[in-house]
């Protein structure tokens, strides 16, 4: 639910934080997590 949570802060929506015993991802996680993201957006504009 974290990595959910924060890709969906890094499309811009407001969520609220995990709740114990989740954590947030660390920076590096959220760098791998910002080019899957970015990679699967390219991805689906290229098949429009």
Do not use: I, N, Q
């Not at 924060?6 to 609220?16: D, F, I, M, Q, T």
Request: contains cysteine.
């Amino acid at each position: 639910m974290s990595l959910v949570k924060a890709a969906a802060r890094l499309r811009g929506e407001r969520v609220g934080p995990v709740r114990a015993p989740l954590t947030d991802p660390s920076p590096a996680d959220l760098a791998d997590l910002r080019a899957l993201l970015a990679a699967g957006l390219d991805l689906v504009g290229a098949c429009l």
